[in-house]
């Protein structure tokens, strides 16, 4: 499955791409405050692209220009956020060269296309943990509304108690934001 946009092709990772998910995964700044530790290798990412990544609705956010991976982008039917077969989550990442660029935002509105009018969801839900004030503003530009916040959560991949913000984007919300648009 690929998806293009003006500016990204979002695609399956392959092998070949762990040298360069490396390169933006290993920042502690890229992973960190979504709650995951950075990558130790490039043998680390290809483990990775291979168990993690290698899902259904996961996509590698690569610039139309060169056709490299410069993030990630994904919908995940197994969250803990929802236990409705109708619902999922969009999670994403992107490397520190590209921030502010608008990058994110336009993946997202095309993974969001896809959840609501090609595999029938009639929710998004969307989450950040306390700081991350850059995913915040991504969900925000996006459309999703704020849902609830939580305290104390135990955050296995970096092993932290943090407190995490969700939001969510109804098939109505997502219709209306796409009228106005258009």
Known sequence: MMI???RLILRPWRDGDAEVLYKYASDPDVGTPAGWLPHE???HSLEIIR?????KEVFAVCLKSDGKPVGNIHLNFSTDMTDRDDECELGYW???PYWGR??????GRAVLRRAFAELGVNAVWCGRYDGNEKS???QQKLGFVYHHTT???HVAGVNEIRTGHVMLMTKRTWEKTNEQAD
């Open 136 to 138: 915040h503003r991504v």
């Open 4 to 6: 293009e946009t003006e």
């Open 94 to 96: 992107l490397g520190k």
């Open 151 to 153: 305290h104390g959560l």
């Open 102 to 107: 608008g990058i994110i935002p336009e993946a």
């Open 51 to 55: 168990t993690i990544l290698s899902a």
């Open 41 to 43: 290798s490039v043998e």
